[in-house]
């Protein structure tokens, strides 16, 4: 399983400055690739998801893609109407996101809503339904279960629900080859810790061998040790991350959803402390770089 990073910002597309760099962990918001056997998965579709397009442009292929949005906040979705391969007759996305329950009686797809909503012809000059990739939306209830059977492997899908304002899933991924072991990559996005540790993330995150979790705000700024708290927003920490792998038993603990106030430096410096803290416990820590790449 190839996974590669094309977003780790949180909330808003950073931009690297002269007096604020960026350029290490990147500025592009949440979109991760993940290759597995004949299948390609998009999690996400952030500002970063048009740099994957780019690349998949590069070859000359019709694409059959399956895509699981965690949810629709716009620096979720905000790179779609720049992903070039939706503008190719031919290309083929199955696009998955979760069915919101805090709009009831809404029949229909939330994700393609959204997608459709940021399109609009005041805002955007292509409307969805004029990008001529054929498109197919389906929504995702709470600990689904989707399978895509392939020759040699195959990949499953779940999700769950994490805590967030207005919802988010949560996705594990699984790959599936006869004869070895399972390789587990665990999307957790936009989630913020309960009291104790989540059972869906312990679902979702159940050795795993990489967790990407929400490490928005050190554990003093979620406090408010300094200024205001940020309870109640949706985000968490590396301490709460590091339980959480500790419980499920994950070996590489990835931070994502950098706050656009940190730049490289505070990146890095919350990823030594993040290291510390786990000295002892055999996982692995990691802030999520713009343009990773890991295989498991
Ligand atoms: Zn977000
Ligand atoms: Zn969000």
Redesign the pocket.
């Known amino acids: 399983m190839k996974i590669k990073i094309w977003g780790t910002r949180g909330s808003i597309p950073t931009p690297s400055n002269s007096s604020f760099v960026t350029t290490r962990y990147g500025g592009d918001t949440t979109c991760v690739s993940i290759d597995s056997g004949e299948h390609r998965i998009i999690l996400d579709g952030g500002t970063g998801l048009r740099l994957l397009g780019l690349e998949m442009m590069k070859e000359n292929r019709p694409w059959d893609c399956h895509f699981f949005f965690?949810?629709v906040?716009w620096?979720?979705i905000q790179g779609f109407p720049f992903f070039l391969p939706s503008f190719t007759p031919g290309n083929r996305f199955t696009l998955y996101g979760p069915r919101l329950m805090s709009l009831p009686g809404f029949v229909g797809s939330i994700l393609e809503k959204a997608l459709r909503g940021q399109q609009e012809d005041l805002n955007f000059p292509v409307q969805l339904k004029d990008m001529p990739a054929e498109m197919i939306f389906k929504d995702l209830d709470d600990r689904s279960v989707i399978t895509l059977p392939g020759k040699k492997s195959s990949v499953k899908i779940l999700s769950a629900a994490l805590n967030?304002?207005?919802g988010?899933y949560g996705y594990r991924i699984e790959e599936h080859v006869p004869g070895e072991r399972t390789k587990v990559f665990t999307f957790a996005t936009?989630t913020e810790h309960l009291k104790t540790v989540h059972p869906n993330l312990q679902f979702l995150a159940k050795d795993a061998d990489v967790l990407l979790y929400d490490g928005q705000y050190t554990p003093e700024e979620y406090e408010g040790i300094n200024g205001m708290d940020h309870k109640g927003w949706?985000h968490s920490t590396y301490e709460w991350g590091l339980k959480e792998a500790q419980a499920a038993g994950v070996k590489l603990l990835l931070l994502h959803h950098h706050d656009p106030l940190h730049d490289d430096d505070k990146v890095a410096e919350i990823e030594a402390a993040a290291r510390a803290l786990a000295q002892g416990t055999g996982i692995e820590v990691e802030a999520g770089a713009q343009m990773r790449e890991i295989e498991i």
Do not use: F, V
Request: contains cysteine.
């Open positions: 965690s949810h906040h620096d979720h967030h304002p207005g988010c936009d949706g």
